[in-house]
Structure formats: structure tokens, C-alpha cells
């Protein structure tokens, strides 16, 4: 792993800004010599490290969803520290660990603004790749590199804690004069980390601004570019969700290759609601005798869009907001956190022991904290074991220690599901306790019995999720 050095000092900053509300303008730049590796110290020291020198007040209230920036870095060491996170020379270790088309990699290539898929069948050859890459410009578009290269495992499992959510990545190899994919925006918050050579980015103004799915523009309907930039090894490139982009090998570039670091897919506040509805509203009927009262006959026989039902779900709507307002009911998200827990990367380690559990056991009078506790999600959700009896609401604490970095992204389930810890509802406030403290005795957890503080500290410590001071 190649060690942190100190940043240089910062260059001159901020050309001129677009925002893509106007005439066609460059993108926000700053030129700068930068550090020579990413941080290795916590996840947000590691995002600073990437968007360095920009603080991140001013990237997240500036830039973050709103407009796409350019950081230029003149840097030797930062350029050659982006190269080894993967080059083109890599493929061919790559594809001797038994890679295959459509699954791992794509072979494809832009022709009359329409993407050409070239795959073959199988694993992939890499003497074949090699022949396909050179005579056929294909673009080589390897999917979630992190499963097979250990430096980005270690940047995106520290990002996937900055972020609280899901960050995927993708490698996009291109020759000289080519293009791998048509104009087309994202359902994705996007990082470009130019690796080797130079490409050509044109960026522009978002048919659907922050979008929810992926599609494809036609060139007739996007206009000019808003944008228009020429990365260069050791660059970074932001935009955000919606941004409707291209990008092509510039004409005496032998090839690029670019990293795109992605996240934030169904992360919006509208997400949130769909996950804490169905609960929310579940709850509230039990309580709520108006929400049980039947609806008027024949009521789903007709257009259902009469001005008396309208009003009805509106008055249902308020008393909700005001229960939360009140806090009277909370707003559980459960199946994003599940999701997020069961499908996020493992903690980075160079050995498997590091997430054993360590040290002695504990004790009562020991003072104890979290392991891995950006690792841990703490849910709120019935008993699916009571199926017989009336619902009963439990505390899952669920965590990624376990998680197979080989399947990370890749659309797959995992072999064994999450399942966690299990604890019940009255344990909720010493968990919160313990998050929220860096350190604490066992015999101060708030708990009525020291069996029960002994017995939920042995679960989190044999979980590897507690250790003792």
C-alpha cells in the first residue's frame, strides 16, 4: 500500500464557474499539486484527501448536486499514485483470475451515437481483449475493479462509511479516436479519477435534473455542451446525477483509462419515504380507530379520484406529519439500512484475524467500545419468528464484517443473508448508548440487571463487534 506523504501547497485556484444555466462555460477548476496518495485515516480525511484542496464545506454546499467540478493536478506523484489504482497493463492478471463477458467486463464501442456491444462468450482471453482493444477501438469497461484490486477496496469501503451508502466503481479503458459509450446521464452521483493519458469530456445541461434511473440522450435533443474538458492523468472530474455526458480519447493519446467512482443511487428523501411508509403507516392504523374504518361501498369499483377520497387521504396525511413532528412515531427506516449493511464492502484488513474477536472478555467493571462502528446499522422491526402472536417490535444490529468483497455491487445475493444480532426493544437506548460514547463501563450501560449488561456486551464482543479498553 503506498504511504500517505504530505500535500503539497495549493496552486492558484478558481477559473471561471458554470452552472449550466447559462451559455456554454467551463467547469469550476481549481489547479493545484495535490497529495500523492488518498488518506489512509478516517473516511472523511479520505474524501478530503480527493477533492483536496477544496474543503468540503464548500464542495457540499457548492457542488454537491448542483453543478460539476474540475480539479487539474500537476503533480507527478499524484498522477503516478492514480495510475497504480489500475492500468491497461493490469487486464491481463485480471484476466487470468477468470473474468467473463457481460458479467465482469464489457467490450463496446460508440458508432452513429448508438453503443456497439462486442462481447464474446465466455471467460474472457486476453491476447483476444488485447487484439479487440487495438483493431476494433473498443472501449474495455471492467465492472467494480475493487473485487479484484485491494487499494480500491480500501477507497471505497472508507468512502462507503463518509457517504453512509453504497459507492461502486467501474474501469473505462479507451484507445486513441474512440468512444465506449453514446450521451446518456446517470441515476448516480459521479467521481472521475483520470488514471493514464487524457480524455475529452463534454458535459451537459440535465433534461432530468437529479434523476432517479439511467437513459440515453439522442445528440439532437442535448444542444451544446456546457462543458468541455480535457482530463488529464491525476485529475478529478464531479457531477451530479442527471448530468448528461460523453467522453472520448482525444486524437495523439495512444489510450485512457479512467476510474468512475459512483453512490448515492436511491438515496433521496423520496426513497426514504417509500421505505418508512408501509411501516409508518401500519403502526398508526393500530392505534388510529379512524384509519380502520371501512371505505365507502363500491369504492374500488369506481375512478377512485373523487374530491371526497382526495380530501380524506390529505387529512390522513397531516395527522401523520404532525405524529412526526411530535415524535409520537418515529421514522424507521428498516429495508435501506438492511440493504446497505447486506451489501456494502467488508472493513479493509490485510488479514482476516483483524475482525476476530479481540482481546479478553469482557467484564463488569471493564470499560468497553465499538468495533467496526461505522460498520454497524441498529433497525427497529417486528418479530418474524411470533407469527402467531401480536407483532412485536425487536432490535437488529447488523453489520458487514462478514460481507464477500467478491460479489460487492455485482447485483448478486449473498450466500448467507445478514441476519445480525438480535436484541429486544427495551435494549435499544444502551445500544444507542454505547454508539454514541467512545468509551463506557459495562456496569454504566443502561440496562436493569448486570446479567443482562454482561450478556449483551459477551454478544457484541463475540461478534467482534466490542472490544475491551
Known amino acids: 500500500m503506498p504511504k500517505k506523504k504530505k500535500a503539497a501547497a495549493a496552486a492558484a485556484a478558481a477559473a471561471s464557474v458554470g452552472t449550466g444555466d447559462g451559455p456554454a462555460c467551463k467547469a469550476a477548476k481549481v489547479h493545484h499539486t495535490g497529495p500523492a496518495c488518498l488518506s489512509a485515516d478516517a473516511p472523511a480525511g479520505l474524501f478530503q484527501s480527493l477533492i483536496h484542496p477544496m474543503g468540503q464545506d464548500e464542495f457540499f454546499s457548492g457542488f454537491w448536486e448542483k453543478r460539476p467540478l474540475h480539479l487539474q493536478r500537476a503533480d507527478p506523484a499524484a498522477a503516478s499514485y492514480y495510475q497504480s489504482l489500475f492500468q491497461l497493463s493490469d487486464m491481463e492478471a485480471v484476466c487470468a483470475q477468470g473474468v467473463e463477458y457481460a458479467r465482469d467486463l464489457n467490450v463496446c464501442r460508440c458508432v452513429g451515437g448508438k453503443k456497439k456491444v462486442l462481447n464474446r462468450v465466455g471467460r474472457v482471453n486476453y491476447n483476444v ?23 480500491l477496496w480500501r477507497i471505497q469501503e472508507k468512502l462507503e462509511c463518509f457517504f453512509g451508502t453504497l459507492v461502486g466503481s467501474n474501469v473505462y479503458i479507451t484507445p486513441q479516436e474512440s468512444q465506449g459509450l453514446p450521451p446518456h446521464y446517470d441515476d448516480v452521483e459521479v467521481f472521475i479519477l483520470q488514471l493514464e493519458g487524457e480524455k475529452r469530456w463534454r458535459l451537459y445541461h440535465p433534461t432530468v435534473p437529479l434523476a432517479r434511473e439511467y437513459s440515453l440522450e439522442p445528440e439532437h435533443r442535448i444542444g451544446s455542451p456546457t462543458h468541455d474538458i480535457i482530463l488529464k492523468a491525476g485529475d478529478l472530474l464531479y457531477f451530479p446525477r442527471g448530468t448528461i455526458h460523453q467522453a472520448e480519447t482525444p486524437v495523439g493519446v495512444d489510450h485512457s483509462t479512467h476510474l468512475t467512482l459512483s453512490t448515492y ?150 450466500e448467507e443473508e445478514n441476519e445480525g444480532l438480535r436484541f429486544p426493544l427495551s435494549h435499544l437506548k444502551a445500544l444507542r448508548q454505547l454508539q454514541e460514547a467512545e468509551e463506557l463501563s459495562v456496569v454504566q450501560v443502561d440496562l436493569p440487571s448486570d446479567e443482562a449488561k454482561l450478556n449483551m456486551a459477551l454478544a457484541l464482543w463475540t461478534e467482534s463487534l466490542l472490544e475491551v479498553c
Not at 134 to 145: G, L, R, Y
Open 129 to 151: 481483449l488485447n487484439k479487440d482493444f487495438h483493431q476494433k477501438k473498443a472501449t474495455i469497461q471492467f465492472h467494480q475493479p475493487q473485487r479484484f484490486k485491494d487499494e
Open 265 to 414: 443511487q436511491n438515496m433521496s428523501w423520496g426513497n426514504l419515504l417509500l421505505d418508512i411508509f408501509p411501516s409508518m403507516l401500519f403502526d398508526t392504523m393500530q392505534s388510529d380507530i379512524s384509519m380502520r374504518q371501512g371505505m365507502p361501498r363500491r369504492h374500488l369499483l369506481d375512478s377512485g379520484g373523487d374530491l371526497d377520497t382526495g380530501k380524506r387521504m390529505a387529512d390522513f396525511l397531516r395527522g401523520l406529519g404532525d405524529r412526526l413532528e411530535s415524535g409520537a412515531i418515529a421514522p424507521n427506516s428498516t429495508e435501506m439500512r438492511r440493504d446497505f449493511a447486506t451489501n456494502r464492502l467488508p472493513p479493509y484488513t490485510e488479514n482476516e484475524d483483524d475482525i476476530a474477536p479481540s482481546g479478553k472478555i469482557p467484564e463488569l467493571k471493564d470499560s468497553v467500545r465499538l468495533r467496526f462502528r461505522d460498520h454497524i446499522v441498529i433497525t427497529v422491526e417486528p418479530n418474524q419468528e411470533k407469527t402467531d402472536e401480536a407483532t412485536e417490535l425487536v432490535v437488529f444490529v447488523l453489520h458487514s464484517l462478514r460481507n464477500q468483497r467478491e460479489v460487492h455491487m455485482m447485483g448478486s445475493d449473498p
